[in-house]
């Protein structure tokens, strides 16, 4: 299995020509303002992971036509890096379930294709590129982190349906100074700090660890399911069914429900950081 958030050859060419750049010529040189110069420059329209995204339904509509012999029909209106993306991705990524191919490409992938489109490939992108950069120094202060919606969640749970989809979000946490930071990989300028005393290892059932992103409505609310050990560890969600078992669980290999029902009574979340 290929690891998802290896520096490879193209990561470390991305780090060093395109994002290092950006910055050194950053005024701001402080820890965090570093880390969410690199989210800026991932999410860039010039610069960024996703230069060559195409929308996502683009490739349920291709996979569909691809099953009776006219996914080609469908290509014309791409560029040709994008057709050449879109047949490489669906080809690698969507045969088990269309869907994984959310879930399924490495940080190298997604960097080499310029191709990112969720959540889970820009915090991919991003752990790579920092890594690549040397921006955090001790492996365990950088985490990938898997949450879900606390309504799917709490949805699913109530019926316990096992074939819902939970929603939810990936993004990073980051030590600095002794404080746990979350940053949103999917969106400029965003870090919420966790509470005073938060620890990664304390993210275990049954009791929720919610975050909320400002950028999202106030009703959206993520609760942390599963957290990287350090900087090298994907959690393994890397297909739809390995995430619906940490959304249940925290195990991909575990499909039970073990959190307890979310609510917000009595139930605090951080702020944004100002």
């Known amino acids: 299995m290929e690891p998802r958030l290896a520096v490879t ?8 020509n395109t994002v290092k750049p950006v910055l050194d010529a950053s005024p701001d040189k402080d820890r965090l303002s570093q880390l969410l110069k690199v989210v ?9 992971v996703d230069v060559n995204r195409i929308a996502p339904d683009a490739y349920f509509i291709y996979n569909l036509l691809d099953k009776v012999k006219l996914g080609f029909l469908y290509t014309w209106k791409f560029s040709p890096e994008q057709k050449e993306m879109l047949q490489r991705w669906h080809g690698k990524y969507m045969n088990e379930h269309p869907a994984d191919v959310f879930f399924a490409p490495t940080a190298d992938e997604i960097i080499k294709t310029r191709a990112g489109f969720g959540c889970t490939h820009y915090a991919r992108a991003f752990i790579a590129v920092v890594k690549a950069l040397g921006l955090v120094e001790k492996p365990e202060d950088l985490r990938y982190v898997v949450s879900s919606k606390a309504d799917d969640y709490n949805r699913a749970l109530e019926k316990q349906d096992m074939e819902k989809t939970i929603n939810g979000h990936q993004f990073v946490l980051v030590k600095i100074d002794s404080r746990w930071i979350a940053i949103n990989t999917s969106q400029r300028e965003e870090a919420v700090n966790m509470p005073e005393g938060f620890s990664p290892e304390s993210c275990s059932p049954p009791q929720n660890i919610p975050v909320r992103f400002e950028s999202y409505p106030a009703g959206i609310i993520f609760l942390l399911r599963k957290i990287g050990k350090d900087f090298n560890d994907d959690c393994g969600d890397i297909s739809l069914a ?17 959190w307890e029902p979310y609510g917000t009574v009595n139930q605090s979340f951080p702020g944004r950081r100002t």
């Open 9 to 16: 050859p193209a990561v470390m060419d991305y780090a060093v």
């Open 40 to 48: 800026d420059v991932l999410k860039d329209p010039k610069m960024g």
């Open 242 to 258: 390995n995430l619906m078992n940490i959304s249940r669980s925290g195990n991909t290999e575990n499909g039970m429900f073990l």
